[in-house]
């Protein structure tokens, strides 16, 4: 059971004002002002962006908004079934101050600031002795993404160890750079990665604890012996939902302890209902870790985001490398060439 937030008032069915009998909406219950309303796809309500706290600029995000009560299941779909409704964002674009949201396939939500933002990346790189900065500068002039997008791509043919040994293997810039990509896929991303899907595989075991515990199949059973299908069941049934019991189950390592099973079988033997178990948290309204699950969720995308960024940040870098030594090598190549030819010219003269 999710509970209002302190600045949301308690839930008042009031359609249309007392006096004027004009239309009211939102948690104000105030009629339409003109002012930026979002409707709720639970309730089919209408409320105030300032009501919520929102900032209008998110405004564009929304990918489906509940209102607080249907979050709540005081309204919608979890005051039926239990299964309380969240409000869905879409992912915002990377340029930190542009609230649209990404375009299909894209970090981005246009060219212009898929390029813009790139410019920001190149404009903070700093590699000790490197010359990327002008370089790249001197690539993203051309305002076409598709060049820049195929640099290092459609750029110089790599030549052959044979005709260039070890032209990319002796580079020390090239080969630090490498080596920050390889610990920044290798080591780091992989980390988080494993973590969440272990955060993943623990919330499975928590629900499925909950599930045994507290499950829909004991309650249904439950009912079913008692042969009832009267209205006044159903209204039982769907008052048991919204208060649907659930375990905490935050533990501090995020290990499964045992198989779920064992789990209920111990918490079913005790006593008293207790509240820690194998280092997992059993309050049933515990305060304390309200959506742990969420906040470590969010948290470990964070890291992993910002680590997609250096890896970017770091591909890009070796193909610039990769290309002046392919361009040093050609350069170098066409110079011997014409001294080459030059010489039987004046032998010939
Ligand atoms: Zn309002
Ligand atoms: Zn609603
Ligand atoms: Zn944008
Ligand atoms: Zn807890």
Known sequence: M?????????????????????EVFCICKKPDSGELMVGCDGCDDWFHFSCLKMPTKYNELVFSFYCPYCQAGVTGPGATDGNLPKTLWRRKCRVSDCFKPVAENSKYCSEGHAISYLRGLVDRVEVPGHEATPVLREMLREPDFDHFKGVGQN???????????????????????????????GGAKR?????????AQYSKWVHAVNELLFGDGNQEHAESTSGSRSKASRAQKRKKAVKKKAICGYSASLVVPCPAEQFVSEFKELEDEPTELRGVCCKLRCTRHLDWAGTQENGLQFQLESLESSEERLQLLVKIREDQLKLQFYKKLTQIDTTSIKIPLKNES
């Open 2 to 22: 999710v509970s209002l937030p302190d600045w949301c008032p308690a839930y008042n069915p009031q359609k249309k004002d007392a006096e004027t009998g004009e």
């Open 191 to 199: 980390r988080v990665e494993t973590q969440l899907e272990q955060l």
């Open 155 to 185: 750029g110089l043919p790599t030549p052959s160890e044979q005709l260039a040994p070890g032209l990319f293997s002796n580079d020390a810039q090239l080969q630090e750079l490498e080596s920050q990509l390889q610990k920044v896929r």
